[in-house]
């Protein structure tokens, strides 16, 4: 079936270091590759997502790769802030299914 | 407008009681989804209606019932819970059913 799995489980970083997350799918046909961020007690937030046709995408502080080969993806978050803290969640879609998410990243940075 | 607006958000019921969580948007999304959030836990996807029509049930037990009066509400009927069905309900919305899903702020349910 469909899983992805989702690593580091916890992440603590200082200010102003990068942060990465990563994820590996198991389904090739996946086509889709949100990243939400989950601050206590929030909505999950959509915070970038990319398609299988492009190889990176970049806002801001926060870029996403995917290597489809590999079938991983990952967050990047450069110049990390403290309100930055937060669960982060990957997901992937194949288009006919809803989403499918990771099992979550808690990133801490310490200030 | 884009939100996703969920009511109430917090809910205490009892084993017995009958009662629904409310989901609105109006975006013009055609793609509704119901999930449940344990702590700790990513969202688990429960049910996905497409243009208005139930199009998956994630084996979801009976006790929860989807219903879309139209495209811009979702209402999720609650009945004979149990205590392990306490979590938080996720109501989000996309414009189709691949595109990018907008969470609201959910409905925290408390089943004693």
């Known amino acids: 079936g469909e899983n992805v799995e989702q690593h580091p489980s916890t992440l603590s970083v200082q200010e102003g270091d990068s942060a990465v997350i990563k994820c590996t799918y198991s389904?090739?046909?996946?086509?889709?590759f949100p990243w939400y961020k989950q601050e206590l007690g929030k909505r999950p937030q959509l915070i970038i997502d990319i398609r299988s046709n492009v190889g990176e995408k970049k806002d801001q502080r926060i870029a996403v790769t995917l290597n489809k080969t590999a079938k991983h993806f990952s967050l990047h978050i450069t110049e990390t802030q403290p309100e930055d803290s937060a669960v982060y969640f990957c997901a992937f879609s194949t288009g006919r299914r809803a989403l499918t998410f990771g099992s979550g990243t808690r990133l801490q940075v310490q200030p | 407008d884009t939100e996703v607006t969920q009511t109430p958000k917090h809910l205490v019921m009892g084993m017995t009681n009958k009662k629904s969580l409310k989901c609105e948007q109006h975006m013009g999304h055609r793609a509704m989804y119901w999930y449940k959030q344990k702590a700790k836990k990513p969202p688990e996807l429960m049910f996905v209606y497409s243009y208005e029509k139930l199009s998956i049930n994630e084996s979801v037990p009976s006790r929860f019932s989807p219903e879309c009066p139209n495209s811009s509400l979702l209402n999720l009927h609650l009945h004979a819970l149990q205590p392990e069905d306490s979590a938080l309900y996720l109501c989000?919305?996309?414009?189709?059913?691949?595109?990018?899903?907008?969470f609201g702020d959910g409905t925290r349910l408390s089943i004693l």
């Open positions: 389904d090739s046909a996946s086509n889709y």
């Open positions: 989000a919305s996309s414009y189709d059913s691949s595109g990018p899903q907008h």
